[in-house]
């Protein structure tokens, strides 16, 4: 079975199966397209705590299935592809933090959304990309903040709210690689364009020398700007499945990528085959020990809360 009988399918398991279809922004284009909802961490979260259905496919990674069974015990969360994982979440361990806090008893851990369960459950507060200045520019004044895992969005948060925090040296593979000298030759060759550029962009602090009118935003606030903007072109800067919902929610406008080959692969795992597969056969069932879910549930209902 291929492209619409295999979408019409998993229409009709997902009745079936009373199940919703939950996808990031950057899931391949056919995916999106079965999808109930498509949006950036928060939103996904914030979905998966709202529906009624009792199946979530998670098309999206590894960290934003966990936070949905997190997010909700009593729903079963599939995920089509257990090896859709994520090097920045990977790039920390629960003992990081715990070796932060031996020396900080009266520390605030921050973790990215983009963790693992073990390491949300050593945390004070969760972020995404979408709230993470609003959240820490809440916290208490007089303590240390250590934030994890990535370097790039944290010292852009840092540097927005005017905080000392400690940074953890994470960095995601896809996003590290996107760089200042990616950069200049497109703004030159649009100088109308408005600059769209996600936080965990290695080329961060460079690129407000080059534009100091960036705005900096998740992969929602992309889709969300670029709509609103009287801009009718844009460079954008993050993993180029974003494109396929830029073009499709603002036809109107022209999108340039900053590095066209900034592919996220684990991503690009889920395939409607496996998503199709996923409903038929309900895999990859994804649970979180409820010891971990418990203290990690905490610092996920402070993020949904939140902006
Ligand atoms: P958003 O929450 O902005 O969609 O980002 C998630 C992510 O994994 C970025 O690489
Ligand atoms: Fe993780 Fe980077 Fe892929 Fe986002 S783009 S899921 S941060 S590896």
Redesign the pocket.
């Known amino acids: 079975m291929r492209g619409e009988a295999l979408a019409q399918e998993v229409l009709r398991l997902k009745r079936e199966r009373n199940a919703v279809i939950l996808a990031?922004?950057?899931q391949l284009p056919e995916v999106e397209e079965v999808a109930d909802f498509v949006g950036?961490?928060?939103g996904l979260a914030r979905e998966a705590q709202r529906t009624r259905a009792e199946v979530i496919v998670f098309c999206g990674?590894h960290f934003m299935a966990e936070t949905a069974a997190i997010l909700n015990p009593e729903k079963t969360v599939l995920l089509p592809d257990l090896e859709a994982g994520?090097s920045l979440a990977d790039s920390i361990r629960p003992e990081d933090v715990l070796a932060w806090k031996a020396k900080h008893p009266d520390g605030i851990v921050v973790a990215y959304v983009?963790t693992k369960a073990e390491v949300k459950a050593l945390a004070d507060v969760c972020v995404?990309?979408?709230n993470a200045v609003e959240v820490v520019s809440q916290l208490p004044q007089d303590r240390p903040i250590y934030f994890v895992p990535d370097m790039f969005l944290g010292a852009h948060v840092a540097r927005v709210t005017g905080r000392r925090l400690d940074l953890f040296p994470g960095e995601?593979h896809?996003?590290a690689g996107i760089r200042e000298e990616h950069l200049k030759a497109l703004l030159e060759a649009h100088p109308g364009a408005e600059f769209l550029i996600?936080p965990?962009c290695g080329c961060g602090s460079g690129c407000l020398y080059l534009k100091p009118d960036a705005k900096m935003l998740?992969?929602?606030g992309m889709v969300r700007y670029a709509k609103g903007a009287e801009a009718r072109e844009f460079v954008v800067a993050t993993?180029v499945g974003i494109l396929h919902r830029l073009k499709k929610e603002a036809p109107e406008k022209a999108f340039f990528p900053v590095k066209p080959d900034a592919v996220?692969e684990y991503m690009k795992r889920i395939t409607l085959e496996k998503v199709y597969l996923s409903l038929k056969e309900m895999r990859h069932v994804v649970r979180v020990p409820e010891e971990v879910a418990r203290k990690a549930r905490r610092a996920l209902e402070a993020m949904v809360a939140v902006g």
Do not use: F, G, W
Request: one cysteine or more; charged letters at 20%.
């Open positions: 990031h922004s950057y950036d961490s928060l990674v994520c983009n995404t990309s979408a995601c896809v996003h996600h965990e998740s992969t929602e993993e996220c």
